[in-house]
């Protein structure tokens, strides 16, 4: 038999740091393991990120040459599938400087039918665990320890799945509805003021003009000359 991988202390984890998007419905983020693997590889070797189901992560078995490697599609089946084929050298000390990984961001997996490794959408909420394997042309060499269960976010649908907060819409919907209010307000208390005017200016002429009628009557009134008869 083979000897079992060497067990590196490394443990994966998604990024404390605030991140747009870092655990969705479908998708989770996971740090780049920079620095992790340098001492146990060589060139030629390649990286696998294990993706198990938590309840299923202590009954899987890794696999002994690439053409065991389990599948994305046979997750609902066998609970666990390998993704990420990486070169050891985009983990090394000098690689680029790649910050995370994206853990189920192709949404074309449906049409592989199986015959590659795929990193596809997370078909439920999980739990999930999660660690890194690597792998020569005889089998697996050294591995990390099992992640901490890793809970996606749940949706309704589809359509639901949001990343992003939805505070700002919320707080334009509240100023639309106050800057409403004050301008019927506004349109209220000018209106009343134009008919208080009016009411006033009514008032005052219908005064004057009966007090004029009353004084000319009284005091100005001079009565018609009749005709004088004919001598």
Known sequence: LPAPPALLPYVPCVPPVALLGKVTATTFTLEWPHCVFDCHTNASDTIWLVVAFANASAAFRNPLSRAEVPLYEQLPTTHSYM???TAVTAFACSGPD??????????????????????????SP????????????????AETRWSEPILLQRASSPSAINPTPT???????????????????????????????????LCRWDSGSSTFAHRSYRTHHIPPVLPQPLP
């Open 83 to 85: 993704t990420l084929e």
């Open 98 to 123: 790649s910050a995370f990984l994206r853990v189920g961001s192709d949404t074309a997996c449906g049409d592989q039918r199986g015959r590659d490794p795929c990193n596809g959408p997370l078909p």
């Open 126 to 141: 999980g739990p999930y665990r999660v660690k890194f394997l690597v792998m020569d042309c005889r089998g697996p060499k």
């Open 167 to 201: 505070r700002h819409s919320s707080d334009v919907v509240i100023i639309s509805s106050v800057l409403a209010s004050l301008g019927a307000v506004l349109a209220a208390t000018v209106l009343s003021a134009l008919c208080a005017h009016a009411w006033r200016s």
